[in-house]
Every structure is written in structure tokens, then in C-alpha cells.
């Protein structure tokens, strides 16, 4: 595959040749779907908790009589019948992470950069080089490419005036080579990998 580079300028800087087994797959949903969810877990907070009968703060002494009341037998107030007593079975503190071998997370990942490439949202740009980290100066730079709601990923590391410049714009996100991620990619609209980037990847992916 075949695509033209372009600098930060929308002028052009040739072309590159991009892998058929990175970026030509015909995207499956099954795939990426898993490997979504396999990311979203993993993140997780699992902090959820409540308190247990042993938790709660009511005195543990029985609250009447075992025998004569008329009434059923209880123990103390904490029980989980009672309002404010505590919860039987509730949640605890976990990690909801579960495994995803590595090859499969690799296959979703060329599955991601193939389905940019195929609805025609990958641009390839030559560097993300700026003399000075501005922000105005690349938000009318990103206005005038079209980019709305962008994933920049660049090679092992990002362009400090770059990433400077870009951390104020909403809509604008980047990446080293090594973030690169199937939930960040399929969440943007477009995607722009520098040459860098796609060098990155490649080294990385085959």
C-alpha cells in the first residue's frame, strides 16, 4: 500500500510503502472487539467495596432475649437483615484484568491500523518537528488539515515543542510508537503517524 506524506504545512514530501500485513488486513470486529474489552478491563479501577456484618459500627451485643419475646431470634444489630446492617455478599476490592496472549493483542493492533487505512482516516506525516512549542500555531495548523478529533503517533519519542504545543488542544492526542493502542486508535476519528512512526511499528508488529 501505497500513501503520500504530507508535513504540518499540508505540503507534500513524497510517498511511503506501508506493509500489506500491517495496514492491508480486512478488519474484523471479533478481534478488535476482544482485545477493547481485554483493555478496558485491564483499566479497571476495582475499587468497588462495601461493608461486611464485622464492619459496621453497631454494638455486637444481642438486641433481646433469645427465648420468650414472641418474637424471631436475633443476634446483634449489624446482621444483614436489618436496615444499616451489613451487606452479605457484596463486592470487594478486585482487579478485573483478564489474559490475552500477546500474539492476539498484536493481530488487533495491525487489525486497528488496517481499518484507518481502509476508511481512508491514516495520514502519514513527515515529522512533527516545531521550532517553537506553540500552541495557537499548531491549533491553526490542525484547523486547517481538518483535524477534529486526531491520535498522533510518533517514533520512539515525541517532539518535546510538539507535544508541549499539542497538550492544551482538545481533540488532539499523541503517542510514542511504543502507546500505540488499539482503544485509543478506533476512539479518534483520524489517525497520523509520522515515519517515523510507521518505522516504529512495523519493527514492532512484524
Do not use: C
Not at 493492533?109 to 513527515?126: R, T, V
Amino acid at each position: 500500500m501505497k500513501l503520500d506524506v504530507i508535513k504540518l504545512d499540508a505540503k507534500k514530501a513524497g510517498s511511503i510503502d506501508l506493509s500489506d500485513e500491517i495496514f492491508g488486513l480486512e478488519p474484523r470486529a471479533d478481534i478488535l472487539h476482544r482485545v477493547v474489552r481485554w483493555q478496558r478491563a485491564k483499566a479497571q479501577a476495582g475499587t468497588h467495596s462495601v461493608k461486611t456484618r464485622s464492619e459496621v459500627s453497631y454494638s455486637t451485643k444481642k438486641i433481646y432475649r433469645q427465648k420468650g419475646t414472641g418474637g424471631a431470634r436475633h443476634g446483634d444489630r449489624g446482621a444483614p437483615i436489618f436496615r444499616h446492617g451489613g451487606t452479605y455478599k457484596g463486592p470487594t476490592p478486585r482487579s478485573h484484568a483478564h489474559d490475552l496472549p500477546k500474539k492476539f493483542r498484536a493481530l488487533g493492533l495491525k487489525h486497528a491500523l488496517s481499518a484507518k487505512a481502509g476508511a481512508g482516516q491514516l495520514i502519514i506525516l513527515d515529522s512533527l518537528e516545531m521550532k517553537d512549542a506553540k500552541t495557537k500555531a499548531l491549533a491553526k495548523t490542525a484547523k486547517e488539515l481538518g483535524w477534529k478529533k486526531v491520535l498522533i503517533i510518533d517514533g520512539a519519542d515525541v517532539n518535546e515543542n510538539f507535544a508541549r504545543a499539542a497538550q492544551n488542544i482538545e481533540g488532539i492526542d499523541v503517542l510514542p510508537s511504543m502507546g500505540a493502542n488499539v482503544y485509543d486508535i478506533l476512539k479518534r476519528d483520524t489517525l497520523v503517524l509520522t515515519k517515523a512512526g510507521v518505522e516504529a511499528l512495523e519493527a514492532r508488529l512484524k
